[in-house]
């Protein structure tokens, strides 16, 4: 039997890792527990609950004003994994200096970064986002419609991401995508972009950015771009969002063409 | 004459073609190439047309009108050999096919595009001059332009890539310019008449050609040799890129191995070529030499690799410990050789006497398997610990004084210790240059902080990372160091991380006391009723706290916002305090034992007396003169032995220290790295990347580890002689272990911190661990009497007296007395003072040099700066005289003796005013055929031709920075 000095001498290293891993175990805390307790207090999704918050708080047609009320709720009072604001910025930046016209957005969730890159796109551009949930998709359709954005800017498809690749062409006639967005299942980066390269939807200059491609991280998806040699790949490194000291970062690959 | 001077202009051509040779094409049919690369060299700038012809025609595209007609007018002048050459040449060229032609001519292209590439940036002028040959190219070409236009496109691309290697051969420096002006003052003129069947005669071995050649033209071949021998030398001093400098190096190494050993004559060659190939061999032999040396240097080829992948900080561990290991194997040579060795061959055998026997009740657990890591049992009482020597004086035949030997041996080995440490702080401290780097703390960053030894994608691109966020931090502390805000937090924060480490600190050591005295409560209940956890309890804890506080310091340590080299220092204290509070809290315990076991020894003493006393009276009444009883040597009552015991603890702390090494080194390192691994598959986040990750190797953790190791084995050593032993395999397996961890397991660090500015900080904590080991073991040595049954000091008062006793018994009594006065308190006193003012001396001494080489420094630099100064003055003085001239020139009339004259002012001027006219006249007279018909080559003639050449001749002044010239071109004159 271990004496109690023993397990005492392991109090540094407890001690050691809890203070490491803080941010993480704040992170199970907030995302998980609090999830967990919510629902089963109020008895509706998370996605819904954000979806009244914004509701009752922001102001209906202003893209920014829901978009604020979405990180304050998000910071505020639950989490969500949205692009956030911080890694939103850069996207900005981003849709700024390309003008796509083509977006597809894999992954829409609560409809954030939908909201998000629609406000910021050129007129005429569209974007063709992906949900599998249809819970959802609801839910984020509501916000999009809320935010003042119509079926012409944003096309929202309730299916996995697989089926609707290869279908792209034929179903929405889209000959080019300027830029893809991915924020879904981070097991699904790498066969999603490989989807994308063999149905000849990229062409020279498409950018693809993939959110989170270090914490949860998508490590096969990254060595897939930096290898194949198809891409001119950029990493921006970030925080993970609404939680400091978790770094993350976004992926930005720039399609170089087939040679 | 007009013959001879070609045949010098042959040899000049000659010489430049093979370095021209050399340089596109690798050595590889290097003969061959030198037959077709001459034919379009010669023609190169003076006859394209006839080039092109000449290869159409080999292709098999023209036929009819060959350039044979044309080489035989040519060759008109030339003499036999020459004719016969060219036959030669050419029925050999023809023989070849044309496919083979095109190859070879693809293959120069592909050589020329990147010697094109190389010269590209060099001038301009250049492109113009091959412009114009273009141009030259083109009106010759006319009609047939249309025609033959892929073969003349390759024509032109030849000669675009000909000529640019020439041209950016001669510009960059006046060195170089010299030589080859030279080479075209001569050589060009003729070339241009004759240069076809001149360079055919190249075709012909070198050595071919040089037999043929006068005592003259062997005494420039030699010159010219003696030039190459000279440039290879200064080669390393020139102000040209490094790309350019190998080319050239290669070139003259080429030129001189072609040449060197066709020189000779005869005999002299065979001895020339003899000795070429033994120095050869030599050198081989000589590199093979040094590979075995470096093969011969323990793991070196192990650091080297480790270095590539992880940067220097991580070799210097393997370094460090290298290091340590060579240190060991002389503290073992030492106890092994003249303590343990002499006492296992003439010592008394086991069994013999009571110290060197197992006790009857240890008899039964003396060969348990636990024996191996407690060293109790058998190993208890063997060479292996202090108890077991006995006090004879002299043992064996050899008379070995085992008492005094164990003694100086154990003084011995420490004072080695402390040699070794402050000699090689002292080589380290040379090292570094003294004064303030911090001036140009950017240029620093910049310029000398790359790591040149890293050769790991991976490592390369952590170091790129480091390297810009020091810069970053660089930048960020340069403005913070202006403005400081909020300093009272950041100010609140350190105090707290200190306390929160001090608090740590204080815990670690009352849970070591803690277990120590308890482990003390359990010993006089008796070990044996308390399982393993107990009663290893007092090393598995202070292992444990060794590990896991370290760690907790780390995390506090982020609250301080240093600097991370401020950081690092910090977290080095911080384990240091740490490492030794655990030690001296584990001494002072050990003191405690010794006091207990003394008391017990009071006790076994009298006890002993009874036992005697007993024994004698109980069996053997009356007769005193009988043998005495002979008592098995097992059941003798024995005392604690407290020496054995120090000795023992410190031999269980260091197994149980390299288990907790080794097993942090398995489950941290390795289990963790496989897991992180093969579970990456099919785990819902990047493992690799995000929470556990492979671990990185902890230097400043493993040489902190390392040091306080060594201080135990200094401090236990005495007492038991095995530990540098044991250190030296634990430090082998480790070395083994370590390395083929740290490849294996572990990534490199993202935080790279100088490798060499930390080393001696490193020794000096050696050195401060030396000292602090040292102490208690002198305390012991002084003040506690040795035990009275068991050692080789056994029935003296102090260990120390054994040197007195050999003083008064193995020397002769004089010399006890000098000593005895020698070490009167009225000679060590003022020679104890003698030693101080020395000291204080020296030290004085070596600040003032230290001042002085400051001064010096200083010095330097606002030399430094003067010079700059002057030189940017002087320059601009030079740019206005420049302009001046060049008015001064453009007022003139363009005649040559003015230019001559400007010549010696500035050569660059010149030199450019060269390249114009050169192209002009030869814009103007594109035909060379006249020239050739010319029957005395005047230099006049030539001046109206080719300007750079001919202009040297003309001009009664030489070349600016060419003295020789004049003397030369004299000399080609008159022949």
Redesign the interface.
Known sequence: MASPAIALAFLPLLLTLIIRYRYYFVLLYRAVLIRWVRDCLSGISREERAYQYILTHATPGDPQSILDTFDQWCSKVEFISNIGPKKGKILDRLLQDHCPLTVLELGTHCGYSTVRMARSLPIGARIYSVEMDERNAAVAEKIIRLAGFDDDMVELMVRPSDEVIPRLREDFGVERLDLVFMDHWKRCYLPDLQLLEGSGLLGEGSLIVADNVIFPGAPNFLRHARRSGLYEVRVHRATLEYIRGIRDGMAELTFLGIK | MVIFSRFTSSWKHLRYFSIEVDEGNDNEFNLYYVGVEDHSEGEKEQQVKQEGKRRRERNGKISGRTASEKRSAVTKNSDKREKKHDKHQKTARERRGSKTHEKRRKRNNADEEVVEEECSKEKNVKNERTKTSKLEDEKEQGGKKNKKKSVKTEDVDRNHGKMKPRDCNDVPTKEKTKNRKKLETISEPESKSDSESDLESRDDKAVGVLSSLTPEELEMLKEAMEEKKKLMATLRGKPWPMKKKLIILRESQEFLEKYEGALGKGKGRKLYAYKVVMMKKWMKFQRDFENFKTACIPWEMKIKEIESHFGSSVASYFIFLRWMYGINMILFGLTFGLVMVPEALMGKPYGTLPRKTVPREEEASAMNFAVLWDFGGYAKYSVLFYGYYNNQRAIGWLKFRMPLSYFLVGVGTVAYSYMVVIRTMARNANEEGGGDDTIFNFSWKAFTSWDYLIGNPETADNKFASITTSIKEAIVEDQESRKDDNIHLTRFLRVLANFLVLC?LAG?GY?IY??VR?SQKFALVGLEKY?W??RN?VN??MS??G???P??F???STLENYHPRIALQWQLGRIFALFLGNLYTFIIALMDAIQLKRAEEDIVKTNMTIWQANLYNGTVPDNSTAPPITVHPADVPRGPCWETMVGQEFVRLIISDTMTTYITLLIGDFFRAVLVRFL?NCW???L????PSYSEFDVSGNVLGLIFNQGMIWMGAFYAPCLPALNLFRLHVSMYLQCWAVMCCNVPQERVFKASGSNNFYMAMLLVILFLSTLPAIYTIVSIPPSFDCGPFSGKSRMFDVIQETLETDFPAWFGMVFSYASNPGLVLPFLLLLVLALYYLQSTSKTYKRVNMELKKKLQVQNEENKKKNKLAALKAASELEQATNAVGKHSNTDSDLGMNENDNSLNETQQHRQKGQKSRYVHPSQGQHNKDPHPISSTHTTTRPPASRSRAVPGHLPGNPQQPQRNSHSNRR
Do not use: A, Q, T
């Open positions: 740590c670690s849970l803690f277990v308890r399982g956890w107990e309890e598995m804890v444990l706290l590990m896991f506080c760690m907790l780390d995390v506090i990456n819902c986040w990047d690799e990347y995000g929470f």
